[in-house]
């Protein structure tokens, strides 16, 4: 069996769910300005197009760069030629108008739907993804950029399929963003040369297009120290004149391509910028706010990660399922002592159902999780975007919500996968199958844009204590609603008990670290991703349970699909009774915390 042509599993149905039976995007998001004309059934066929588009043109080229990686000569990397043409098929679908606005020619389509076609292209072929950034790069530069920029980069990137990348990591300054050395000389009105080099930069070089237009950090001369000292430049490969035209090859050159544990085809490189030839670039809306601008583009990459780890265990799971469905192992657990009875397929054993249970109802929240976040983007964008004063509670719902769908995704996402991987047996352990390179492609999810770690800083630090908790308190209101309200009757009655029984152990788990926070913040530091995970975890058992809610009706008016909403039910049963529980223990673990760790000595390590 091989992995490439057929590997990717989409699960169209549960993601029409989300958009239409829960979230109601239809009624919510479509059709209204400042977004596209799409009405639900033009977005439905979009989803099923583009599904078919990732199954055909995307998914085959998968593994390709397991044996034959992009590589590196004389500063331009080659790309292998499915992954060529992957890239190629997402361009000529007109996937790559979905998101642009109506203004700049797109479709301007609500982020949910974007979202939503985003998981089936990263789920089909995860490096094809990473090419295919531009478009993000294009919205940041329409929003933050001058009149003239906008002119001088937009109609080009997207018409001629330009490349785009962020520039921010360092050899020396990795998550430490503040500690970057690159420099910037001023040249004369918003040009300037850049200086320095820059690591782990994705897709940073391929010959699949004519240009690529980074945006990099870099301090200004005389500026300050820590992030507020940096500012925000336009750096493309080949310069680009102010009318459009493409100009002489600017002074950045990937002098490496890193070699990974996986992801072999998204290319991770180091940047050299002025080494010989200076790196020109223009400053983006001629105005130093570079760490403010870069976020613009920090928290589409990191909802991009957490959803790239959702659709990896989602055809994880659907894989493992149809492995177990064909797999003859054994006879039924309760014929065991007779040598005659009949073999049976290994979905038939209750530690396999028990595997397949947890990654499913994990694989549906967490696609509940994003899609939810998603559609709080899109209210963002109804009231004014980012930043607007109408906006502002979504604005700050969504930004708490971001250190979730990236911290609990990506860290959750590597534990489900080996689960996945556990139901093929040693089977499993085999490139026949694609779960192990599911599984050295998924773990980098954890640690770039920010490691789980720093998303649990990011949460508590940055946004509970950036208002006092207020927007937490209003999204665990939402959760005490579900509780208190009856959605979903007496047949939810058990997990609405365990939903806010989890409520209250989430509250006294922040309460605990609130207090001890006065002794020292290393609790936060000892403490923080047990608090991400279980508030996660809280909203994730929140969201199935209304999705039950959901199911329970359609069921009486869609008889046909039972089965799905059946389904349904059964992933928000197994997570209140076997999730949900531990939300207890990580609040005793919180409340016994001490800083005995902190004062062993080095030695002792």
Wanted: aromatic share 6%; with cysteine; hydrophobic share 40%.
């Amino acid at each position: 069996m091989s992995s490439a042509p057929n590997h990717y599993k989409p699960n169209v149905r549960d993601l029409s769910f989300n958009l239409f039976e829960f979230l109601d995007i239809g009624r919510t998001s479509l059709n209204k300005a400042p977004f596209g004309d799409f009405d639900e059934t033009a977005a439905r066929q979009t989803l099923e197009t583009f599904a078919e588009v990732c199954l055909k043109e995307m998914a085959p080229s998968f593994s390709e760069p397991e044996h034959n990686p992009p590589t590196l000569h004389n500063g331009t990397v080659t790309l292998p030629p499915g992954l060529q043409k992957a890239i190629a098929a997402y361009h000529e679908s007109g996937m790559s108008q979905l998101e642009l606005p109506v203004h700049q020619g797109g479709m301007g389509a609500p982020p949910s739907l974007g979202w939503a076609a985003f998981e089936l292209m990263v789920g089909a072929n995860p490096a094809v993804a990473f090419y295919t950034l531009a478009g993000v790069l294009a919205r940041v530069i329409d929003r933050l950029g001058t009149e003239a920029q906008k002119k001088r980069f937009l109609p080009a990137m997207m018409e001629r399929r330009w490349v785009g990348t962020m520039v921010l990591t360092e050899p020396d300054a990795g998550s430490d963003v503040g500690a970057a050395r690159a420099k910037a000389r001023h040249v004369g009105g918003d040009v300037w040369e850049i200086e320095g080099v820059k690591r782990f930069i994705t897709s940073a070089e391929t010959d699949s297009t004519e240009n690529i237009v980074h945006m990099v950090l870099a301090r200004p001369e005389g500026a300050g120290p820590g992030t507020k000292g940096l500012s925000l430049f336009i750096v493309p490969k080949f310069w680009v004149e102010e009318g459009g035209a493409l100009g002489e090859r600017n002074g950045v050159v990937c002098t490496k391509i890193e070699e990974k544990m996986g992801l072999k085809g998204s290319v991770t490189c180091e940047l050299t910028f002025g080494d010989g030839k200076p790196a020109r670039g223009l400053l983006l809306g001629e105005v130093h706010d570079g760490i403010r601008q870069m976020f613009h583009i920090i928290e589409q990459a990191r909802m991009a990660v957490g959803i790239k780890s959702m659709a990896t265990v989602s055809t994880a799971y659907l894989n493992a399922l149809e492995f177990a469905k064909d797999r003859k192992q054994g006879s039924d657990l309760m014929q065991a002592r007779d040598a005659k009875a009949p073999r049976v397929t290994i979905l038939h054993h209750p530690d396999v159902r028990r595997m397949l249970m947890a990654q499913k109802a994990h694989a549906e929240g967490m696609r509940a999780l994003c899609l939810y976040t998603a559609s709080i983007q899109d209210q963002v964008e109804l009231k004014g975007g980012h930043r607007a004063l109408e906006a502002a509670e979504y604005d700050s719902l969504n930004d708490l919500l971001l250190p979730l769908v990236k911290g609990y995704c990506s860290d959750r996402g590597y534990e489900l996968l080996g689960t996945a991987l556990q139901c093929f047996g040693g089977s499993g352990y085999l490139k026949d199958y694609p779960m192990e390179q599911y599984i050295r492609d998924q773990k980098i999810d954890s640690l770039y844009e920010g490691t789980t770690h720093i998303q649990s800083l990011d949460l508590l630090l940055r946004k509970v204590a950036r208002d006092g908790g207020a927007t937490l308190q209003r999204l665990l209101g939402q959760v005490r609603e579900t509780v208190e309200s009856g959605e979903g009757g007496k047949e939810l009655e058990a997990e609405r008990a365990a939903l806010g029984k989890g409520l209250a152990d989430l509250e006294t788990m922040l309460g605990a670290l609130l207090g001890k926070m006065g002794e020292s913040i290393y609790h936060v530091g000892l403490q923080g991703n047990r608090v991400l995970l279980g508030l996660a975890d809280l909203v994730v058992g929140w969201l199935l349970v209304r999705h039950a809610a959901v199911a329970l009706e359609r069921m009486k008016t869609n008889p046909g699909d039972k089965t799905f909403y059946m389904g349904k039910l059964a992933s928000a049963r197994w997570f209140c009774r076997e999730v949900l529980p531990g939300l207890a223990h990580a609040a005793r673990m919180v409340e016994q915390s001490t800083l005995d760790l902190m004062e062993v000595p080095e030695e002792a390590f």
